[in-house]
């Protein structure tokens, strides 16, 4: 079975600082891997996505994820935080359901990102 | 319109009360999603269907009782619901097998009374 462990319910930056959002993932196939983002009051809207092609995955709003496969992780970071990033963010893993029909995501808790001006 | 629209925004209903949930995608996709997201807890996968048919009821009660009349449309019909069914109801549509990942509506917030 697959599962995401997202570390740190809670991160809180300044302005123009880096941000890094940590996932983990466990998954007994290669694993498809998404960033999703979620403002206040609106549904998720996909950040970015893994597929087993690059390992650097450069997404929408300036952000980017590396898949490392030794460490079964694969964060989140955008060099230069801005206060539109303010939002939460869930990590999600793909994974085919018993029947082979489809591809279910299953995600993360979710990580509540502040960005202090 | 264009994307996945969810109507109503916002739902309070008794205990008693029979509701519905709308969901419409403009997109082409295949698939579609229930989930549900409660405060602290990871979002729930409910129910999927794929060309109109369920492939997945990730034992849900059935006070929840879903309905995908085509690939566009999807409705989740709620009654006799208990005050912890209370949460951002969200509903998805992908292409495929769902491998690029997911379009989300904006939910309907659902409060039990």
């Known amino acids: 079975a697959q599962s995401v462990t997202q570390l740190g319910s809670h991160v809180s930056v300044s302005e123009g600082a880096l941000v890094l959002l940590r996932c983990n993932y466990s998954s007994s196939v290669p694993p498809y891997l998404f960033w999703y983002v979620q403002y206040p009051n609106q549904g998720l809207q996909l950040l970015l996505k893994y597929t087993s092609a690059a390992t650097l995955v450069k997404g929408i709003n300036g952000f980017e994820a590396e898949f490392k496969k030794s460490e079964t992780s694969f964060h989140l970071t955008k060099p230069s935080a801005h206060m539109s990033d303010a939002a939460e963010y869930f990590c999600a893993v793909s994974a085919l359901n018993s029947g082979g029909s489809n591809y279910k995501l299953t995600f993360g808790k979710g990580t509540l990102l502040t960005v202090n001006p | ?113």
């Open chain 2, 1 to 113: 319109e264009t994307g996945v629209t969810q109507t109503p925004r916002h739902l309070v209903m008794g205990m008693t009360n029979k509701k519905s949930l709308k969901c419409e995608q403009h997109l082409g996709h295949n698939a579609m999603y229930w989930y549900k997201q409660s405060a602290k807890k990871p979002l729930e996968l409910m129910f999927v269907y794929n060309f109109k048919e369920q492939t997945e009821n990730n034992s849900v009660p059935s006070r929840f009782s879903p309905e995908c009349p085509n690939s566009s449309h999807l409705f989740l019909h709620l009654h006799t619901l208990q005050p912890e069914d209370s949460a951002l109801y969200l509903c998805a549509s992908s292409q495929g097998l769902g491998l690029g990942g997911y379009t989300f509506g904006s939910g309907t917030r659902l409060t039990v009374v």
